[in-house]
């Protein structure tokens, strides 16, 4: 089966970087993908990591290894609505196929 | 080009009662997916869905619940003789077959059931 672990809470003030880490074991992987949830809204795709490395979108940015099972959301220049869930979520067939998510980081900036 | 789309967005029903939740992918998308989620916790795979076709269902409970995505129509989750412990938000997401893209879900705003 799969798993992933992330921390529960991050707490950072507007303006600094925060780090999201994600650690999985799965029987079979194709992907990292990142989601953000505000207020139990719907969640929505912020990134994808495939290969290994980093992947730059704007202020947020991913990074994987797949030797170490281990992936990271970075999110730079805070801001306030960035406070939200944030969960991790593993691909464990190519093409389309279901997720396996995290139970999610919440995200809490302070001004 | 519209989203997901989930309705009801807030459903009640009583113990013994059966729900019924709908769900209309993106357009061009194929596949649809059901998640549940209880406050305060990630999202659990449900089923997985083409047109008329289940493809994984390995987190449906095996009791009371259904799926189904016809030819014609939304993908329906049925929940049948609903208890307590049912009371949480269902999302529905879809995606591409394949492609750059496939990997993306898109979400819809849910269905926010509660069973009293």
């Known amino acids: 089966g799969q798993s992933l672990e992330q921390p529960s809470e991050v707490t950072a003030v507007e303006g600094a970087i925060v780090q999201i880490n994600c650690t999985y074991q799965?029987?079979?992987?194709?992907?990292l993908s990142w989601y953000q949830q505000h207020d139990g809204g719907a969640p929505t795709f912020l990134s994808y990591?495939?290969?290994?490395g980093l992947e730059e979108t704007g202020r947020f940015s991913s990074f994987l290894s797949r030797s170490d099972s281990y992936g990271y959301l970075l999110l730079q220049e805070l801001q306030m609505k960035d406070s939200a869930s944030y969960f991790c979520?593993?691909?464990?067939?190519?093409?389309?196929?279901?997720?396996?998510f995290g139970d999610g980081t919440t995200l809490t900036v302070k001004p | 080009n519209a989203g997901v789309m989930q309705n009801p967005r807030h459903l009640v029903r009583r113990r013994g009662q059966e729900a019924r939740l709908r769900c209309s992918p993106m357009?061009?998308?194929?596949?649809v997916y059901w998640y549940r989620q209880l406050p305060e916790e990630g999202l659990k795979f449900m089923v997985y869905?083409?047109?008329?076709?289940?493809?994984?269902e390995s987190g449906m409970p095996k009791e009371r619940f259904s799926a189904e995505f016809p030819k014609e129509g939304p993908s329906i989750l049925r929940i049948q003789q609903v208890v307590r412990g049912d009371s949480a938000a269902y999302f529905c997401?879809?995606?591409?077959?394949?492609?750059?893209?496939?990997?993306?879900?898109?979400f819809g705003p849910g269905t926010r059931l509660t069973v009293t």
């Open positions: 979520a593993v691909r464990d067939v190519a093409n389309a196929g279901k997720s396996t």
């Open positions: 997401a879809s995606s591409q077959l394949m492609g750059q893209r496939s990997y993306e879900q898109y």
């Open positions: 869905l083409q047109k008329e076709n289940i493809i994984d």
């Open positions: 990591n495939a290969l290994d």
């Open positions: 799965t029987s079979g992987f194709y992907g």
């Open positions: 357009k061009g998308h194929s596949h």
